[in-house]
């Protein structure tokens, strides 16, 4: 297990000092948040104001009232957003750099993110967002962490809406072992159809795994083209480590693909690796929970990456 930096440690290294030297700037920040939410609102309740007056029509007042709030806040959402990137990218990356990984605040996904797209580990969407990357190498395994935020337009006219389908990350590593086939594993309740247990995802068809345990029916589905080799992953051991994982994230709806030599792992999570905040005050116990996270993470990979046994 590798060995995690401690939170005084990386304030003596310099990181106290930097943080220090960004107090002034701090406050100015949650200065403009502040004040640029109050001016939308007052903005905001002039414009309906005189809009009324002037005989406008009160669907109109509202829209223009809402648009100017929402602007408003919106560009408060930016100015914090700004700043504790800056913060963030910081203070992840002391972390990040006492275990010789890399970490950036944006990320830009790769074919992890298209094979969890293909295989439904993720639901469909119309935009997605992504940022907390983190990639390198964990006692020996390689693996890539991110989050992301997955939405949806629905409705049509004043009635559209943007709704968030999918919040939470997604985890590849390089497995001890080379796959044979493709196995997914999704919580219970995952079905392909009404006239079957099988679905083809491109070339690939895949059937349903009955699983070993009669324990982890409930939990779990469970499909490969490779039945054999399907059981020997879905171990009932394996099933409680995934479970774990889930666990330790404080997630849900877990989904897991065995592919190409690579296990890619999806979790509605909350957001994770939040190390900064506007507030000084709380530097020192947020740093501390992202190693804890990060910690967290790190024993699991090495526990998932285990060879199942029986």
Same mark, same amino acid.
């Given at each position: 297990?590798?060995?995690? =930096?401690?939170?005084?440690?990386?304030?003596?290294?310099?990181?106290?000092?930097?943080?220090?030297?960004?107090?002034?700037?701090?406050?100015?920040?949650?200065?403009?948040?502040?004040?640029?939410?109050?001016?939308?609102?007052?903005?905001?309740?002039?414009?309906?104001?005189?809009?009324?007056?002037?005989?406008?029509?009160?669907?109109?007042?509202?829209?223009?009232?809402?648009?100017?709030?929402?602007?408003?806040?919106?560009?408060?959402?930016?100015?914090?957003?700004?700043?504790?990137?800056?913060?963030?990218?910081?203070?992840?990356?002391?972390?990040?750099?006492?275990?010789?990984?890399?970490?950036?605040?944006?990320?830009?996904?790769?074919?992890?993110?298209?094979?969890?797209?293909?295989?439904?580990?993720? =639901?469909?969407?119309?935009?997605?967002?992504?940022?907390?990357?983190?990639?390198?190498?964990?006692?020996?395994?390689?693996?890539?962490?991110?989050?992301?935020?997955?939405?949806?337009?629905?409705?049509?006219?004043?009635?559209?809406?943007?709704?968030?389908?999918?919040?939470?990350?997604?985890?590849?590593?390089?497995?001890?072992?080379?796959?044979?086939?493709?196995?997914?594993?999704?919580?219970?309740?995952?079905?392909?159809?009404?006239?079957?247990?099988?679905?083809?995802?491109?070339?690939?068809?895949?059937?349903?795994?009955?699983?070993?345990? =009669?324990?982890?029916?409930?939990?779990?589905?469970?499909?490969?083209?490779?039945?054999?080799?399907?059981?020997?992953?879905?171990? =009932?051991?394996?099933?409680?480590?995934?479970?774990?994982?889930?666990?330790?994230?404080?997630?849900?709806?877990?989904?897991?693909?065995?592919?190409?030599?690579?296990?890619?792992?999806?979790?509605?999570?909350?957001?994770?690796?939040?190390?900064?905040?506007?507030?000084?005050?709380?530097?020192?116990?947020?740093?501390?929970?992202?190693?804890?996270?990060?910690?967290?993470?790190?024993?699991?990979?090495?526990?998932?990456?285990?060879?199942?046994?029986?």
């Amino acid at each position: 297990m590798i060995a995690l =930096p401690d939170v005084d440690t990386l304030m003596s290294g310099g990181l106290a000092d930097w943080l220090q030297s960004k107090t002034a700037e701090r406050a100015k920040a949650r200065e403009k948040v502040l004040w640029t939410g109050i001016g939308g609102v007052v903005v905001a309740a002039l414009v309906a104001l005189i809009l009324g007056f002037a005989g406008v029509s009160i669907q109109f007042v509202g829209f223009a009232a809402i648009a100017i709030g929402g602007g408003a806040f919106a560009w408060a959402a930016h100015i914090r957003k700004t700043m504790v990137d800056s913060l963030k990218a910081e203070m992840n990356g002391a972390v990040a750099k006492a275990l010789s990984i890399d970490y950036s605040v944006g990320c830009t996904p790769g074919t992890e993110f298209e094979l969890a797209e293909q295989f439904g580990l993720l =639901p469909d969407h119309d935009d997605s967002y992504f940022e907390d990357r983190w990639h390198g190498d964990i006692g020996g395994t390689e693996f890539l962490l991110y989050e992301a935020k997955l939405t949806e337009e629905r409705g049509s006219g004043k009635n559209r809406r943007t709704v968030t389908v999918f919040e939470g990350v997604v985890l590849q590593f390089k497995f001890a072992r080379d796959f044979l086939g493709t196995t997914l594993v999704r919580r219970d309740g995952f079905k392909f159809s009404l006239f079957g247990d099988d679905k083809s995802f491109g070339d690939v068809r895949l059937e349903r795994v009955k699983m070993v345990d =009669p324990r982890f029916e409930d939990a779990f589905d469970v499909y490969s083209n490779d039945q054999v080799e399907g059981r020997y992953l879905v171990h =009932p051991s394996y099933c409680e480590r995934l479970l774990e994982l889930e666990r330790d994230f404080s997630g849900s709806d877990l989904a897991a693909l065995f592919h190409g030599g690579y296990l890619i792992v999806t979790i509605k999570a909350e957001k994770m690796f939040e190390s900064a905040t506007l507030d000084p005050a709380e530097d020192r116990a947020l740093l501390a929970k992202t190693i804890d996270q990060f910690g967290s993470m790190a024993r699991l990979i090495t526990l998932l990456n285990e060879r199942p046994r029986g």
